[in-house]
Structures are given as structure tokens and as C-alpha cells.
């Protein structure tokens, strides 16, 4: 069973931290390209940022790089991505994805379009 769980979402201050975690299981990892979208109350879903499977390279929308850095351990299947100097806006349910083919939008983060599997998601709420 394919299976993307999400875990580190939580209550920020805003100027404050998380790191949020996803695991993955069920599909060869390797293989797929894992994204960070997020979706905030009465938006679409945006994508945040991305990670490649052949070299590693990052992807960042615009609103949040300088601020969030994704990374990821082949050996424990998890993909990170950690989030610094919160905001208000950043508030959302933020999902992780595996795409087989990667796409990125005009703004940097990742093309929601296309994912091949998704998480269920874990809230982030900024707010002072």
C-alpha cells in the first residue's frame, strides 16, 4: 500500500520554526520527485517546494525562499522541509506529494497537476 505520511505541523508564534517530515512507503522512493504543497482556507492548493529524485536539485516558490529548505534521507525514505521566519500567510494544511514526473510553475514551487500520490496533510497555523 502506497502510503505518504505527514507530521510536524503544529501552533507557530509568527518569526517562529517548524519542521515538517514525511514518510513514505509502499513505492520505490528513488523513483519519484517529492513535493511540499500547502492550502490555506478557501485557496487552492500551492506548491511550495520540491525536491528532485535524479540530482537532488530544489525548488522553492518565491514567497517562501530564503525561508523553508527541503531536504531528504534516502534511507529513511523521509523527506523534510523546514520552515523559519513564519508568517501569517504560511498558514495551511501543507501535504506532501510523489511525481514521477516533476513540473514547476511560474512561481518556483512545484505544478500540483501531475502528482501520482498524495499524504492526507498536517495543519500549520501562524498566528501571534
Known amino acids: 500500500e502506497v502510503q505518504l505520511v505527514e507530521s510536524g505541523g503544529g501552533w507557530v508564534q509568527p518569526g517562529g520554526s517548524l519542521r515538517l517530515s514525511c514518510v513514505a512507503s509502499?513505492?520505490?522512493?528513488?523513483?519519484?520527485?517529492i513535493s511540499w504543497f500547502r492550502q490555506a482556507p478557501g485557496k487552492e492548493r500551492e506548491g511550495v517546494s520540491a525536491i528532485h529524485t535524479s540530482d537532488g536539485t530544489t525548488y522553492y516558490h518565491h514567497s517562501v525562499k530564503g525561508r523553508f529548505t527541503i531536504s531528504k534521507d534516502n534511507a529513511k525514505r523521509t523527506v523534510y522541509l523546514q520552515m523559519n521566519n513564519l508568517n501569517p500567510d504560511d498558514t495551511g494544511v501543507y501535504y506532501c506529494?510523489?511525481?514521477?514526473?516533476?513540473?514547476?510553475?511560474?512561481?518556483?514551487?512545484?505544478?500540483?497537476?501531475?502528482?501520482?500520490?498524495w499524504g492526507k496533510g498536517t495543519p500549520v497555523t501562524v498566528s501571534s
Open positions: 506529494g510523489a511525481q514521477w514526473a516533476l513540473t514547476i510553475t511560474t512561481s518556483g514551487g512545484p505544478d500540483r497537476y501531475g502528482v501520482d500520490y
Open positions: 509502499g513505492f520505490n522512493f528513488d523513483d519519484y520527485s
